[in-house]
Structures are given as structure tokens and as C-alpha cells.
């Protein structure tokens, strides 16, 4: 098999760089030069490593199959979690100014959080990996896991590669970051309103749908009222 996990399959150019800033423009939000070349960086390597041309091809789902969006792309979850996160900041710094948040890391962390989707959800992945499952493991390295490595491959720091790390399944294992917690909370509350608001497939909710919620249909009917009178 000798696949090479991480080599480039393509250069990565400023076309690219200027495409993932295109699609995630809220990577302009982030202060710190360094973190924000960086993190623009991942996403660059992330993709060259791939067969994906950029970030808004990488389908809007969860993991592959699960949590599909009927709309939209990948950069509309990222876009959408690093809206939500900042909002969180907002909103515990402007009623407790005592508290103490890198809002640089949390920004930054939202838009790389799933780097390592670029890996995950790649058809030559997913082909090798549902072809040869007992050699390769299906997936080998789950998105947090591959992100990490993104991450610290192209020099992010240590607070970033924990955020992609741990935003996932994998961060149940592990102590999590204040800013790390933000992201996660973030993710996960975006997939779970999704859901509830009916912007995801049905089919691909059944397994880790939250039970207590009573999805709603998007905008087939005017919402009607619950109780007649
Ligand atoms: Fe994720
Ligand atoms: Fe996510």
C-alpha cells in the first residue's frame, strides 16, 4: 500500500493560500500575524495533501456520513462555529470583565478546528481505507487526530493542535482547555441546532442525533403555532 500520510500531492501556492482565505474570511479576524499565517498555513497543507481543490468542497457533514447538510459546504460549519465561539466570548467578557479568554486561540482554533477533514473525508481515503480496512483501519486517523498533525506540522502552537485535538470525541479522554471548551461547545451546539432547525438530513442524524429534540422542517410551511386560539 505504502501511502504516504502527509506528503503534498500538489505544491501549495499563494492561489491556494488566497482561496482559503476566500472561504474562511474570518481568518482576517485573527490578530497575531504569525497565528494567522499560520492557520491559514494548515488549511494550505491540509488541502495540497488532498484531492480536494478547496475548503468549500469538502462536503458539510459531521464526519463522512453522519450530520449532512441538505445546503452548504464545510466552510459554512467553520464560518458558523468560529460566529458562535466569538459570540461566547462576547458575551461572558461583556458581563464578566474578570474573565480571562485568548480570543486570538479561539478564533483561530475555530477555523482550523477540522483541518484534518481534508483527510478524513478525501474519496481516495475513504476508497482505501473501506477497500483494505483490516490493514488500514477505516478511518486510520480520525479528523482531530490528522488535524493535530496538520497543525504542528506547519508550526501552530501546541494551544491550536489541542483544539483540533480535542474538539472531537478524542477531547473526552483528555483535560481540555478553557479556549479548547469554547470551540467544542461551539461545535457542538452548531451540529445539534442544525439538526434541530431541519438543515440536515434525516438519514444521517439517526445514529448521534441528540434524543431529546424534535427536529423542525425548514422553511417547507410557515411555522404554525402549537396550541390553536
Ligand atoms: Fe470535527
Ligand atoms: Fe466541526
Not at 10 to 39: F, G, M, Y
Not at 67 to 74: A, E, P, S, V, Y
Not at 81 to 105: M, N, Q, T, Y
Not at 170 to 183: K, P, T
Request: proline share 5%; with cysteine; aromatic share 6%.
Amino acid at each position: 500500500m505504502n501511502y504516504e500520510a502527509g506528503k503534498l500531492k500538489r505544491p501549495i501556492t499563494d492561489e491556494v493560500r488566497s482561496s482559503v482565505v476566500e472561504d474562511l474570511p474570518e481568518l482576517n479576524q485573527i490578530k497575531d500575524s504569525t497565528l494567522r499565517a499560520k492557520a491559514i498555513e494548515a488549511w494550505a497543507h491540509a488541502l495540497c495533501e488532498s484531492s480536494f481543490q478547496r475548503i468549500r468542497d469538502i462536503p458539510g457533514e459531521g464526519n463522512p456520513g453522519v450530520f449532512t447538510l441538505k445546503r452548504g459546504n464545510q466552510a459554512d460549519h467553520l464560518r458558523g462555529v468560529a460566529h458562535l465561539a466569538a459570540k461566547i466570548v462576547d458575551e461572558f467578557e461583556g458581563s464578566f470583565p474578570e474573565v480571562r479568554i485568548d480570543r486570538d486561540i479561539v478564533l483561530t482554533g475555530a477555523l482550523v478546528h477540522d483541518v484534518g477533514k481534508a483527510w478524513e473525508f478525501d474519496p481516495r481515503n475513504l476508497e482505501r481505507w473501506q477497500r483494505d480496512p483490516d490493514r488500514a483501519g477505516e478511518p486510520s486517523l480520525r479528523h482531530s487526530v490528522f488535524g493535530a498533525h496538520v497543525c504542528l506540522a506547519v508550526g501552530l502552537p501546541e494551544e491550536i493542535a489541542h483544539i483540533a485535538l480535542g474538539h472531537s470525541r478524542e477531547g473526552q479522554h483528555i483535560g481540555l482547555s478553557v479556549e479548547c471548551y469554547i470551540v467544542r461547545t461551539a461545535d457542538h451546539s452548531w451540529w445539534n441546532l442544525a439538526g434541530a432547525l431541519g438543515l440536515l438530513t434525516p438519514e444521517s442524524m439517526k445514529a448521534e442525533a441528540d434524543k431529546m429534540v424534535r427536529p423542525r422542517h425548514a422553511a417547507e410551511a410557515p411555522l404554525k403555532q402549537a396550541r390553536a386560539g
